[in-house]
């Protein structure tokens, strides 16, 4: 486990635990995790399935609360802040399952997103900030302007992408997010990822089985039965 | 505000739920709404029957308090005088009061042919006075129909005129106007009354009066003047033995009673009023039936329809559980996914009230004529196929209830007009609202309680 201390952190895990229990059993997932999160980072999280990845996901981006420790945003313990604030504000996540609104098209589903976050672009309307967001990762107007569940699950994730980037939030979470994207594609969300981190400073923290995407991060952490440990990067 | 744009979406995307839940609202609200109309309208037209029929109060002896104090079995009297002042209290529209004494036609006039054989004696008939001989229920039903002449009022009190049937008429070659010449009880006491009207008996002269056994178309109407023609040497206030108050409201008999008692005192002890209200309960009897029915259907059909809705909303809710998990990851306030959830029940619950208002009257309207023509039918057919006991017979040896003989001219009342209130639309629009709000808001708050992780990840 690595505790690396820097003077801005946008993310702080301190001795974060967490442990699932039914009527039967307790079974600990993660057992106390610390690590700061800095901004203008691309990192990748790896580990086995069952290792804890998507719960970590998950206490980072403000989904749950740990069950021990803490997790503070810029200084501000998250309980404070508030966690719906802070998914809000700072916030965003690409699911694993997508997890669209079906009921709207693409387009509908990254404008709510925008209405919902308060994001106003800095020139335009919010549907050509959404049309722009979903072209650049390949989805044209056409296919934007279809209800999601008639869209590929490929598209279906990009939409999701798409709708986390027009949040524009601090940090940007994401859950196997090339996971049904062919080659090309996957590389266009890597490219996007960099971007986001290396130019916008935004801090960019994706949970991944690939190793091609996690080549392409600046910092890879490996999650091991309920252990983060930061695994240096093959030169 | 994008969670109204949010609740639009949804409405117009889940077409097959929306109408499903359209579908039972409607169904919830025209039924209530249904129901309610029918009430209303039954209502009112009940109103309307008391309002002209108005409510006729007997004054009748008691017979409970018959010989109490005194011991004696005579049968009570009353003071005109008396009678006439609970007649001028503001709840009485018009009043009649009567007593009747033994009287002899004389002068050449004979008794109408189909009678019992003189029952008191030759040319014995029976004199009845009467205050005002329109307000005599057999009049005020339609039994009787005065044929020409004028009935007697209480401007004609000291007069000595008669109100005779067609039947002692046409024996008698009289018209209105003729002259008839009576004797009094006392078999000596002789005075000429003119005859101011002829009326009808539609019963034939062979039935008779229960009291003096007379054929019907023999008895004599007339005024108190006049018997006291009849009656040498009695002097003295009338007295009478019978009263009919009209009231010109049928819901004021209470306060009719309780005013009458405190005008006449004493004199009413041996007296009870009796509403009569039966004329008002055989035009009413099918509208009563036809509430009944009504009000049970939209109980039943309320609360199947109120289950039938909580069942959808709560299905809506669970189905729109990753929905909510997906939002509040956004981070968007519970209220908000509240408040979205209330405005798609309230539009589909505002439209649903808004059709059954469209819907509910015409339908409640011939439903309810239906349902009424066919009760009001057969009370009229149970009215029609009763027959009187046969004379001299009080009926019960033959399964005949006295009591049970229908009154005349009150067909019971075979139409209604539903009228919609918008204030019975606001309140089952309410109604109907509460019930969606309830059964969205239960399985909604159990939801929302839960963090987005669980509510997305829940059964994976």
Known sequence: MSDVSTPTPVLRLVGVSHTYSDQRRRSAVLNGISYSFERGTFYTILGPSGSGKTTLLSLASGLDTPTKGTISFDGRDLKELGLGRYRNRHAATVFQQYNLLTYMTALQNVTAAMEITGVKPASGSRRARALELLERIGLDKATATRNVLRLSGGQQQRVAIARALACDVDILFADEPTGNLDEDTAQGIIDTFRELAHEQGKCVVVVTHSQHLAAQSDRILVLRKGKLSEQAKAR | ?460
């Open chain 2, 1 to 460: 505000m994008n969670f109204v744009k949010r609740a639009g979406l949804s409405l117009w995307a889940r077409k097959s739920r929306t109408l499903i839940t359209l579908a039972t609202f409607l169904a919830i609200s025209v039924m209530v709404l249904a129901g309610v109309l029918i009430d209303h309208a039954t209502a009112h037209a009940e109103q309307s029957v008391k309002r002209s029929v108005g409510a006729e109060v007997d004054l009748a002896m008691d017979l409970s308090k018959l010989g109490a104090g005194s011991g004696s079995l005579q049968a009570p009297q009353i003071d005109a005088a008396t009678v006439d002042k609970i007649g001028a209290l503001p709840q009485v529209q018009k009043y009649t009061y009567s007593t009747s004494d033994r009287a002899f036609l004389a002068g050449g006039a004979s008794l109408a042919d189909g009678g019992p054989p003189a029952p008191m004696g030759p040319g014995g008939t029976v004199y009845q006075a009467v205050l005002n001989s329109s307000v005599l229920p057999d009049f005020r039903s339609g039994m009787f129909t005065l044929l020409s002449g004028a009935h007697i009022t209480p401007a004609d009190k000291d007069k000595k005129q008669v109100l005779i049937e067609e039947r002692l008429a046409a024996k008698n070659h009289l018209k209105v106007g003729d002259k008839l010449t009576l004797t009094g009880n006392d078999e000596k006491t002789t005075a000429t009354f003119t005859v101011g009207g002829i009326y009808r008996d539609p019963r034939a002269a062979s039935e008779t009066d229960p009291d003096y056994y007379i054929s019907w178309a023999n008895m004599v109407y007339g005024t108190f003047g006049g018997l006291d023609a009849l009656d040498a040497g009695s002097g003295g206030l009338p007295q009478v033995s019978t009263a009919t108050f009209i009231l010109n409201d049928a819901d004021a008999q209470n306060a009719f009673k309780n005013a009458a008692k405190q005008a006449a005192g004493s004199a009413l002890d041996a007296f009870k009023l009796d509403v009569n209200s039966k004329a008002i309960q055989q035009m009413t009897g099918p509208l009563g039936s036809i509430r009944t029915t009504a009000t049970l259907a939209m109980w039943l059909m309320g609360i199947a329809g109120a289950a039938v809705l909580a069942l959808v909303a709560n299905l809506a809710v669970k189905q729109r559980r990753k929905e909510y998990g997906v939002l509040l990851a956004m981070g968007e306030k519970k209220t908000k996914l509240v408040w979205q959830q209330v405005l798609e029940i309230a539009a589909v619950a505002i439209l649903a009230v808004g059709l059954s208002s469209l819907i509910a009257p015409s339908l409640t309207q011939s439903a309810g004529q239906w349902l009424l023509g066919r009760d009001a039918s057969a009370a009229k057919q149970k009215i029609d196929a009763w027959k009187p006991p046969p004379p001299g017979s009080t009926g019960l040896g033959e399964g005949i209830d006295p009591n049970a003989k229908p009154v005349a001219n009150a067909d019971p009342i075979d139409k209604i007009t539903v009228a919609l209130d918008p204030a019975d639309l606001i309140a089952v629009g309410g109604v109907g609202l509460g019930i969606g709000l309830l059964a969205t808001a239960i399985p909604a708050t159990a939801v929302l309680r839960l963090s987005p992780r669980t509510i997305l990840t829940k059964g994976k």
